[in-house]
């Protein structure tokens, strides 16, 4: 955020002597912006990291949440310029920059406009240079707390609040965990307070607010109550099928599950899971994982499978080896015994555009095991599918040193050019796109990814799409208030209906079922004594589960912060959505008769519960008000 102080210098907007407003190197966050006479925002982006192998976008929202510019940055403009107009109106637009980003924002703006930012957290947000100042307030009465994380670059807060210059400094410490950062309780106050921020140091930043409004200016006059209007969302339903549903799964642990967790996991509803299957384990003992797959199996009904080969603890240096060999041998073996129910993906080694140097080592060991998975006619039998690569990402390139030679989607394109007849599937992960705004590029890399394979006569994929590992974030770089809290389940939800939309793919998988010490990413939390508690995500799955039905019905939706899925099965209707955003939006579906046979309209919100809401369905139109940041479920009977 470089040279965040007042009047960084002239700038030329529509008034030729109006001074300038600018933020810098923001890599995180939302700037919300209300402007009472005409004004120009423009936004100028720099290479950070890798910018040349990731594709970003910027999304810039009117006072109602409609989407008013949705700017697709390719890979190719590590360098570039957008300008769009404000207009005087009484709510803020959003400019919405999406972490993680790969490169340095700069936004110019009217130094007459007031400008609120509002910075990720934990996450870094902003990279400064030195002596930037902020201002925030607090209202009377809130118990507000200032946090911070050390990611390498400031090292300290100073808050000096303006009233009687009283000063507190927040020291930030370097931890082992990513998700572990340092807080500092503000004095609470009769009165309504306004502080001076000091970001002291220089490098990546993250700074925010808890038990107040998140919010930070430049001026302490910008610190205005942020001002949003309710929205509009029109939905209309059609008749026609688009596709299937994916089934719905998570990544299972290397162990038998102890019998306390089988209440928690039956309420997943899991008809998919992600497996590892460690060479060096199963190369010595070639029925380790038989019973606890069985159980998989037929315990919990899961039919539809993806396994990565991989060495112990999830090495991924897979080789053309003994080891290797007998590995997999062994795990073929085990699969056919599972008598032929289902379908089980096997995928030669995990994420290998990530963990090997180049392509020419992963297609080695790709054609090894493809000729040793096809040799015998029984593997195919008994349901064994092969699935490549398991990238990191797909569209993008992975968190590495030269990304733009790892792209998934440039090493599937070349493996399937090379050995289409080979591959079953196409398989990837996709991590770090954590802002609830950004969700709608898995709907992009479905297409993409079908798009790749190609479309059969019916419109379906010629090979299986398999979005077998996904999460907010990759690794142990995690956020409590990402994994933790209701919005997690905002982004899940999102993110299933998003991948889902087109009727494309075939699998889905939360990455992974239960916390463990050093990845707390699960649905599932561990109490102790094998005892097990669904996280907000898996109570968020739950209620997804409920209402998730086989086919993907055409629905059109003008809302940018509502994701809405239809669905049939035989005469059953559903529409699943969530509201992302924190105002509250009138929906509006025209398509679905009135009355709705059996209809029932029901609301998830940040209590965990679900609840039965009110609607009214009158003259071919439902209507019902949505709360913000809430799931729900329309459900009737077209018979």
């Known amino acids: 955020m470089r040279h965040l102080a007042l009047l960084f210098g002239l700038g030329l907007s529509l008034d030729a002597f109006a001074a300038s407003m600018r933020w810098g190197e923001i890599r995180d966050g939302s700037l919300y912006l209300q402007t009472d006479r005409p004004d120009t925002l423009t936004v100028r982006w720099t290479p950070a990291w890798q910018a040349d192998a990731n594709e970003e976008h910027l999304y810039l929202l009117d006072g109602q949440g409609k989407l008013q510019a949705d700017r697709l940055i390719k890979a190719s403009e590590v360098r570039g310029t957008q300008s769009w107009p ?9 400019l919405e920059i999406p972490g993680y980003s790969f490169r340095h924002y700069r936004v110019e703006h009217d130094e007459r406009t007031v400008a609120l930012f509002a910075p990720a957290k934990v996450h870094f947000s902003a990279e400064t240079h030195g002596g930037d100042v902020l201002y925030f307030k607090v209202a009377a009465g809130e118990r507000a707390v200032l946090a911070g994380k050390f990611h390498g670059g400031v090292s300290s807060l100073q808050a000096q609040r303006i009233g009687d210059q009283q000063t507190l400094t927040l020291a930030l410490k370097p931890y082992r965990a990513y998700w572990q950062f340092d807080q500092l309780a503000l004095p609470v106050s009769p009165r309504e307070q306004v502080w001076r921020l000091s970001l002291q140091g220089s490098g990546k930043a993250a700074f925010w607010l808890d038990g107040t409004a998140n919010l930070f200016a430049q001026n302490p006059q910008q610190l205005q109550p942020l001002r949003e209007e309710p929205g509009q969302t029109r939905l209309v339903l059609h008749d026609t099928i688009v596709g299937r549903t994916p089934d719905l799964g998570i990544a299972l642990p290397y162990v038998m599950p102890p019998t306390a967790s089988h209440a928690a996991l039956d309420a997943l509803q899991p008809t998919a899971a992600s497996y590892y299957s ?25 039919r539809q499978d993806i396994t990565l080969l991989a060495g112990s603890q999830r090495q991924a240096d897979l080789r053309a080896d003994g080891q290797s060999t007998s590995g997999l041998d062994a795990w073929l073996t085990a699969t056919r015994a599972l008598g032929g129910n289902g379908t089980h993906y096997i995928g030669f080694a995990d994420e290998p555009n990530l963990n090997y140097s180049n392509y020419a080592q992963y297609q080695a060991i790709f054609a090894s095991m493809a000729r040793q998975v096809r040799s015998d006619p029984a593997n195919a039998a008994a349901g064994v599918r092969i699935a490549m690569p398991a990238s990191s990402r797909l569209v993008n390139g992975p968190f590495a040193e030269n990304a733009a030679d790892k792209r998934g989607i440039d090493w599937a394109r070349r493996l399937l050019s090379e050995s289409a007849d080979q591959v079953d599937a196409l398989a990837w992960h996709e991590w770090m796109i954590r802002d609830l705004l950004a969700t709608r590029v898995y709907r992009d890399s479905v297409r993409r990814a079908a798009e790749l394979v190609g479309l059969d006569a019916k419109g379906q994929p010629r090979k299986a799409l398999l979005l077998d590992q996904t999460n907010l974030s990759s690794g142990s770089s995690l956020s409590p208030y990402d994994q933790e809290t209701h919005y997690t389940s905002l982004w899940w939800a999102s993110v299933v209906i998003n991948a889902s939309q087109d009727g494309l793919l075939t699998m889905l998988n939360w990455f992974q079922a ?4 050093q990845y707390p990413k699960g649905m599932l939390r561990v109490l102790g004594d094998d005892r097990v508690e669904l996280k907000p995500v898996g109570l968020a799955q739950q209620f997804i589960a409920q209402h998730w039905l086989r086919q993907v019905l055409q629905l059109d939706n003008d809302a940018f912060e509502v994701d809405v899925l239809a669905m049939a099965d035989d005469a059953q209707r559903s529409l699943l959505g969530v509201n992302k955003g ?3 939006q009138r929906v509006d579906l025209s398509g679905a008769r009135c009355p709705l046979n059996k209809g029932a309209l029901r609301y998830f919100g940040a209590d965990n519960r679900s609840r039965d809401a009110p609607f009214a369905c009158e003259n071919g139109r439902v209507r019902f008000e949505l709360p913000g ?10 018979s």
């Open 86 to 94: 404000l207009v005087p109106g009484a709510a803020s637009y959003r």
């Open 278 to 302: 460690f060479v060096d384990v199963t190369a010595k003992n070639p029925q380790f994982e038989n019973a606890f797959r069985r159980v998989y199996q037929e315990r919990f009904g899961i």
């Open 514 to 517: 239960a916390d463990e010490p």
């Open 582 to 584: 924190t105002r509250l």
């Open 629 to 638: 940041q809430t799931l729900f479920a329309l459900n009737w009977s077209a």
